[in-house]
């Protein structure tokens, strides 16, 4: 499980590096106006890019856990069955076992 909760945090990682990226270039025009002393000029463009590519890199950090999260619920729920079944039978094979031992001998 360690293997997967490292995949996990290095997504969440690698979504937040994406969105500063994103950030940053979609400011980066204001941080070099402001640098040199002018004013910048605002570029909808260049924001509603950014806005694209921080919404998509999240929708799909978003639905890869939801689809993982999944899987790993169905295979809990399928090794949980799969133990159940076992017990169910063990229990019916020592009872059965129980009822040969304690019955009485047939002359």
Same mark, same amino acid.
């Given at each position: 499980?360690?293997?997967? *909760? ?5 997504? =969440?990682? %690698?979504?937040? /590096? #994406?969105?500063? %990226? @994103?950030?940053?270039? @979609? +400011?980066? $025009?204001?941080?070099? *106006?402001? &640098? ?7 570029? $909808?463009?260049?924001? =509603? ?9 999240? !929708?799909? !950090? /978003?639905?890869?856990?939801? =689809?993982?999260?999944?899987? +790993? ?8 069955? &799969? ?9 019916? #094979?020592?009872? +059965? %076992?129980?009822? %040969? =031992? ?6």
């Amino acid at each position: 499980m360690g293997d997967t *909760a490292q995949r996990n945090k290095g997504s =969440l990682i %690698l979504a937040w /590096i #994406a969105t500063g %990226l @994103a950030t940053l270039a @979609a +400011v980066w $025009p204001g941080i070099e *106006a402001f &640098a040199e002393g002018t004013r910048a000029d605002y570029d $909808p463009t260049i924001a =509603l890019t950014a806005l694209t590519a921080i919404g998509l890199v999240w !929708y799909t !950090y /978003i639905t890869s856990q939801t =689809l993982f999260h999944g899987r +790993v619920t169905w295979e809990t729920a399928q090794a949980r069955a &799969a133990d159940e079944a076992r017990e169910r039978r063990e229990s019916s #094979a020592t009872a +059965v %076992l129980a009822e %040969l =031992l304690h019955s009485p001998t047939r002359p």
